[in-house]
Each structure stands twice: as structure tokens, then as C-alpha cells.
């Protein structure tokens, strides 16, 4: 069911990305310093990369963020695409990661996708200001997830994947799940 959540995650994030303008691209996000049009790309090649690891394969170069040419929403699709079709398909035993310099069971990595996806999905509506609105059984999936996300010192160095956790007590789930992982609800606030 990971997969199947994961992919609907994968899926709103493309809608909202189809939804931004060519003048969104310079936008400030929600992810400190990045613009959009650096979300995507990084967006854009963690699907590269994940599809990678699928596969079992272990460097560095599906990693790397590419240039997203004159349609960077056509090259988000095509990259969410690719990694729909890797999770979907045959799915090696353990996910070798090396921006984390790690090799995880292919559940737990497939599960770090699904978060970002959520937490990403997010981050686009809000620079586009727009909502995204997950079923509640998607949001009661990512939760437990989030909650599992290590705190502490790995999120504060430099290039770390989340923010510190912010203090939320709002009962809306996304915005428990944002604020875990070191966004504002009420960004930009």
C-alpha cells in the first residue's frame, strides 16, 4: 500500500507543478534559500535517483540535479514518470542511498520518498499559494513515517534534509506532518 500512496503523493505533486507559470519559477519556497525552480530540480532528481536505487544501482550521478530546459514541468513529469514506473516494476530487496551514504530495506526508502512527496507537495502549493488536499488514509500513512524522521543535530547541518521540528498544536494532519519536519504551517508567515 506504501507504493500505492506513494504514487498518489508523486501524482498531486505533479497537478500543482502543472500549475505553475514560467514567472513562478523565481518564487521563494518554503525550503530556506530555494526558489522553485530549485525545488524542482531537486525534486526533479531525487525521482531520478530513487528510480536508481530501485534498480539497485549505487552512484552518485542519478543523483545530481539536471537542467530542467524550457519545460520544467514537462521534465518533473517525465522524472515523476520514471520513478512511478521504477516502484511499480521490478523493486530490488535494498535501496542503496548514497547522499545519505546508506543502504536501506526497499519499505523504509520508499517510505522516505512518500514523505518527501507529501512535505513537497506542500511546499509547491504554498509557493504557488494554493492548498493540497491528501485523503485522510494518505495523511494517516505519512504521519507515522514523519515521526520516525531522526531529529537533533542531522537537522541542523548544512544540506540536511529537514528543518528542526517547529512546535505545532493545530490538529490539521498535514501541518502537524510540515511542522515535524521543520516547516511553518502558516508559511510565509
Same mark, same amino acid.
Given at each position: ?20 507559470? *514560467? ?18 530540480? #531537486?525534486?526533479?532528481?531525487?525521482? #531520478?535517483? !530513487? %528510480? @536508481?536505487?530501485? $534498480? ?8 545530481? &540535479? /539536471?537542467?530542467?530546459?524550457?519545460? &520544467? ?8 514518470? #520514471?520513478?512511478? +514506473?521504477?516502484?511499480?516494476? @521490478? *523493486?530490488?530487496?535494498? !535501496? ?9 530495506? %526497499?519499505? /523504509?526508502?520508499?517510505? !522516505? #520518498? ?11 502549493? $504554498? =509557493?504557488?499559494?494554493? =492548498?493540497?488536499?491528501?485523503? &485522510? ?17 542531522? $537537522?541542523?547541518?548544512?544540506? +540536511?534534509?529537514? +528543518?528542526?521540528?517547529?512546535?505545532? =498544536?493545530?490538529?490539521? /494532519? ?11 504551517? *502558516?508559511?510565509?508567515?
Amino acid at each position: 500500500m506504501l507504493i500505492e500512496y506513494d504514487a498518489r503523493a508523486v501524482r498531486t505533486s505533479v497537478a500543482l507543478v502543472d500549475r505553475a507559470g *514560467v514567472a513562478d519559477l523565481d518564487r521563494p519556497t518554503p525550503c530556506a534559500g530555494w526558489t522553485l525552480r530549485d525545488l524542482l530540480a #531537486h525534486m526533479t532528481a531525487q525521482h #531520478h535517483g !530513487f %528510480a @536508481a536505487a530501485a $534498480r539497485g544501482e549505487e552512484g552518485l550521478d542519478a543523483w545530481r &540535479p /539536471r537542467d530542467l530546459g524550457e519545460d &520544467p514541468a514537462a521534465a518533473y513529469r517525465a522524472a515523476a514518470e #520514471h520513478v512511478l +514506473a521504477a516502484f511499480s516494476g @521490478a *523493486v530490488a530487496a535494498e !535501496f542503496p542511498l548514497p547522499e545519505l551514504g546508506v543502504v536501506v530495506p %526497499a519499505a /523504509r526508502a520508499i517510505g !522516505f #520518498h512518500f514523505i518527501d512527496y507529501v512535505v513537497h507537495s506542500w511546499d509547491v502549493a $504554498r =509557493t504557488l499559494g494554493l =492548498t493540497v488536499d491528501f485523503e &485522510p488514509e494518505l495523511l494517516e500513512a505519512a504521519l507515522p513515517v514523519a515521526e520516525a524522521v531522526p531529529g537533533g543535530r542531522a $537537522r541542523t547541518v548544512p544540506g +540536511a534534509s529537514f +528543518a528542526p521540528a517547529i512546535a505545532w =498544536t493545530d490538529g490539521a /494532519r498535514l501541518d502537524r506532518i510540515v511542522a515535524m519536519l521543520g516547516r511553518s504551517p *502558516v508559511w510565509p508567515d
